[in-house]
């Protein structure tokens, strides 16, 4: 949708540039991730640079002489730690110059005042489950930390475009610990959902443009196509490719996902606009027996 706007701002943009902005796009997304679990890493680590100022002074407190860096030093944070694999990923992306220890530092300074992490430190042993427990808690105090998510912003400027993205697949690898040597190929671009949908989506409606409107056109009634909305018309049009090409998705997805993204890049009434329009849209190009959907459970 982006670089279908970016054409529309600037016709100069034909379709090989485009796909090359679409593939650096979509390696951005991979990049953005291996960053978030890095930063995320290097926070829990923090731990252990706390536990050696605590042993380090010179009147510490019952609570300095107690404490454990177990969020450091657990089996399940250290199979990231010393997952040669993963490490050669960062080292390819450049990352660990990107990730300075003061932001660790605030981040997990902060963090030692969350309830959870304060009962996990009273405790005196300590479960996979616990663990586990606790670095989830981290990473839901990482990504609503401004120290962490300023990190982001300096590196990746539109990283909130992939924010539901990167926090699911954060959790996920959490949830998933401990890691395997290879677990990231998980969350690297795959061909099926890069190239054979968003590829293909993004030629379609850069080459079918003009077939596309005359779709949309008469079911405007009212409305003048000039009148809408920029945006609002570049996700019609996307709906239609979806509608017509790709049989797999249900038409019942395709019109909630682009209601849905309407709430997000467009104007405060495009919703209600892109759920009408594509709802006529719809009933006009079933009756017509232009969508065929394959599988149960996909007609409707």
Not at 101 to 116: A, E, G, M, V
Not at 262 to 283: A, E, H, P
Request: hydrophobic share 40%; glycine share 2%; charged share 30%.
């Amino acid at each position: 949708m982006q670089l279908l706007y970016a054409k529309n701002r600037d016709p100069k943009l034909d379709l090989p540039k485009l796909r090359k902005r679409y593939t650096a796009s979509i390696n951005k997304s991979y990049e953005l991730y291996l960053f978030s679990l890095l930063l995320f890493t290097k926070a829990a680590q923090y731990a252990q640079h706390d536990a050696s100022k605590r042993t380090a002074k010179l009147l510490p407190s019952d609570d300095d002489k107690l404490f454990k860096a177990s969020l450091a030093e657990n089996d399940l944070l250290q199979s990231l730690v010393k997952n040669e694999e993963l490490l050669r990923q960062y080292r390819a992306y450049k990352l660990d110059a990107r990730v300075n220890l003061d932001t660790s530092r605030l981040i997990y300074t902060d963090f030692l005042k969350d309830p959870l992490y304060i009962d996990y430190l009273k405790k005196e042993s300590h479960t996979f489950e616990d663990h586990k427990a606790i670095l989830l808690a981290l990473f839901k105090h990482c990504i609503n930390n401004e120290n962490y998510t300023d990190a982001l912003d300096d590196h990746f400027f539109n990283w909130i475009d992939d924010k539901s993205l990167v926090v699911g697949a954060m959790k996920k690898t959490i949830k998933a610990l401990p890691s395997e040597d290879s677990f990231f190929i998980d969350y690297q671009p795959d061909t099926e959902t890069a190239t054979d949908f968003g590829q293909r989506m993004l030629e379609l409606v850069y080459q079918e443009d003009a077939e596309y409107l005359e779709i949309i056109e008469p079911i405007l009634k009212n409305w003048d196509a000039d009148r809408v909305a920029v945006v609002d018309m570049i996700l019609l049009k996307m709906a239609v490719c979806e509608l017509l090409i790709f049989t797999t998705i249900p038409t019942k997805v395709t019109l909630n996902e682009f209601v849905e993204i309407s709430k997000v890049y467009s104007t405060d009434k495009s919703k209600d606009f892109i759920n009408g329009i594509l709802d006529r849209l719809m009933k006009k190009l079933q009756k017509d027996g232009k969508i065929n959907k394959e599988g149960r459970g996909l007609i409707n």
